[in-house]
């Protein structure tokens, strides 16, 4: 009861989970789910560098700001690129948490995902962030280990299973069994990727020129790696580059499918070499059991398909693809003592 006197909220949380991406920053609250999913985009003035505004509220400045307002995001290829701001946007989403949706995080254990591939040194960076947002003890766990988990993969098994992460800057390959990775494989070729292609392609083809948010909305609508009966085509305004004036073309997928396919061949081409990897054993288990695709890149139409034609086994894109990383993250860390060799501790 002297908690809803004092309204900081009815339930005490003791565990976070982060999946700290480079398109989105998704925070679960043990006992309360995903709490945060926002864009992982900071506003700063460009003189002063005072953070303006963070998440949702910033990308929606992307491409739209001032020269003294820079909109931009903190991490590059899964990993922190600016410490200072990495660290206000984690204390602003902890804040949040306290502030919207009245739960009180006294002092939690955290947990973050990181792509597979990162350097000593950018482990630390993201400690030290976790730990200035009033983190107590952290914990890491590598973002396919995290996938799996929360895809529902009982990773701790002596069968293997094979999981294929495409977030917005990395693309996290793996093969876990008995509780660890057998073989694993981070690409930096992901979603953001497929944006950037989007753009230079329209821009050679169209001389039009669009900007990031438009060309996020042709790849989530329309995007396409793999031949199919359902076309679908979108209206997409710009400037044109040789007038300077206002111009709308329509784009249909079949179109947007030629550039998009070269995109995603290095990522089917390393889920090829993962299995010819992984030892013989394992491979009659991920027949058996599939490729799970996860992460945002996951949802791009066709993809499944591909990677199914190329490999010549199943692919299973789970309901929760976009949030399988952060379910995962908040699993391992309640259930410690199972996973306690796929979580890393700074303490």
Do not use: W
């Not at 294929?164 to 008995?178: M, N, P, Q, W």
């Amino acid at each position: 009861m002297a908690e809803k006197k004092r309204g900081v909220g009815r339930y005490i949380s003791h565990n976070i989970a982060v999946d700290l991406g480079t398109a989105n920053t998704l925070v679960s609250v043990d006992g309360h789910g995903i709490i945060i999913n926002e864009p992982s985009v900071v506003a700063t003035n460009r003189k002063t560098k005072k953070v303006i505004a963070i998440g949702k509220e910033a990308k929606k400045m992307v491409g739209r700001t001032p020269k003294s307002i820079i909109a931009a995001r903190p991490l590059v290829d899964g990993v922190v690129s600016d410490f200072e701001i990495t660290e206000h946007m984690l204390k602003h989403f902890v804040s949040t948490i306290h502030k919207n949706h009245r739960v009180l995080v006294s002092r939690p254990r955290m947990v973050v995902g990181l792509p597979s591939g990162v350097t000593e040194v950018e482990k630390r960076a993201v400690e030290e962030a976790a730990k200035s947002s009033g983190a107590r003890r952290i914990y890491l766990i590598e973002e396919p280990v995290a996938a799996a988990i929360g895809a529902g993969l009982d990773i701790t098994d002596e069968r293997g299973c094979m999981v294929v992460d495409i977030g917005g800057g990395t693309t996290e390959i793996a093969v876990l069994a008995s509780g660890g990775v057998v073989v694993a494989r981070s690409l930096r070729i992901a979603g953001d990727e497929m944006t950037e292609t989007i753009i230079q392609f329209v821009r050679d083809e169209y001389n039009l020129q669009i900007g990031e948010r438009t060309a996020e909305d042709i790849k989530t609508k329309i995007g396409a790696v793999y031949s199919h009966s359902d076309t679908k085509s979108m209206m997409v305004r710009g400037r044109n580059v040789i007038t300077g004036l206002p111009q709308e073309i329509e784009l249909t997928s079949d179109v947007v499918r030629m550039p998009l396919s070269k995109q995603v061949r290095p990522i089917v081409d390393g889920v090829k070499t993962i299995l010819e990897e992984t030892p013989p054993e394992l491979i009659s288990d991920i027949m058996q059991r599939g490729i799970v695709v996860a992460g945002g890149g996951a949802l791009v139409a066709g993809l499944d398909h591909l990677i199914k034609q190329e490999t010549h086994i199943d692919v299973v894109v789970p309901k929760n693809a976009l949030t399988a990383v952060v379910e995962g993250a908040a699993i391992a860390l309640r259930e410690s003592d199972r996973y306690k060799d796929v979580l890393m501790s700074s303490n």
